[in-house]
């Protein structure tokens, strides 16, 4: 039972166009989503959040949207840049569940220059 | 900034031996985890730790133990090893929701 989902395995952008990635969730009582980058043989690295009171946030080239009634956010990368090229994991958590995240199974996100 | 440190960054093992993943975070973090990432797969948490002295299972902890005597060290201990636990872990420690992530283990169990 995947509490959040991520369908699209993977996502090829042009540099300078947007990048888009989703990201679905099934447990109603999430109230805290994050984007994380991995590099390979790296760990992930945070990258930007959003609570449940908003429905986005933005920081720099990077912008979280969250949809509470589709339990659905995404993630918005404009203008796209081939250092992105990684995989993006959205993960969730229960604020007072000691900060246990659940993770999507990611996105590879490929920009060619 | 070492922040979270993870030893070995390999390693292969025989079916039936056991191990110990090292982590150590110099952040003075309380909430430490334990992840797997399976090809292809999210990162599925395995166990975690609020503070010293108090450990707690994750989504999958069969064939896991940890243990957490100082706020800095949170080690795994595999005790007999099986090719279903060949997969990448990673260690982390939170600052409220944000987790920052050790560089991972790779384990094979052949």
């Known amino acids: 039972d995947q509490q959040v989902k991520q369908n699209s395995p993977s996502l090829r952008v042009q540099e300078g166009r947007i990048s888009i990635l989703n990201c679905d969730y099934t447990n109603s009582m999430f109230d805290y989503f994050l984007w994380y980058k991995k590099y390979p043989a790296e760990g992930p690295t945070f990258l930007i959040s959003?609570?449940?009171?908003?429905d986005k946030n933005e920081d720099g080239r990077f912008t979280v949207f969250l949809n509470k009634s589709a339990k659905h956010l995404s993630l918005h990368i404009v203008p796209s840049q081939p250092g992105d090229s990684a995989v993006y994991f959205c993960?969730?958590?229960?604020?007072?569940?000691?900060?246990?995240?659940?993770f999507g199974s990611g996105t590879r996100l490929l920009v060619r220059p | 900034n070492a922040g979270v440190t993870q030893t070995p960054k390999f390693r292969i093992l025989k079916i039936g031996q056991s191990m110990t993943l090292q982590c150590t975070q110099d952040?003075?973090?309380?909430?430490m985890y334990w992840y797997r990432q399976d090809p292809g797969m999210g990162l599925k948490l395995i166990y975690y730790s609020v503070g010293a002295g108090i450990t707690d299972k994750g989504e999958v902890p069969n064939g896991y133990n940890v243990s957490r005597s100082t706020t800095e060290d949170f080690p795994l201990r595999l005790e007999l090893a099986a090719p279903s636990q060949t997969s990448v872990y990673f260690c982390?420690?939170?600052?409220?929701?944000?987790?920052?992530f050790g560089s991972g283990t790779q384990l094979s169990v052949l």
């Open positions: 952040m003075n973090h309380n909430y």
């Open positions: 993960a969730a958590t229960v604020r007072d569940s000691s900060y246990k995240l659940i």
């Open positions: 959003i609570s449940s009171i908003k």
């Open positions: 982390a420690s939170s600052y409220w929701e944000k987790l920052f």
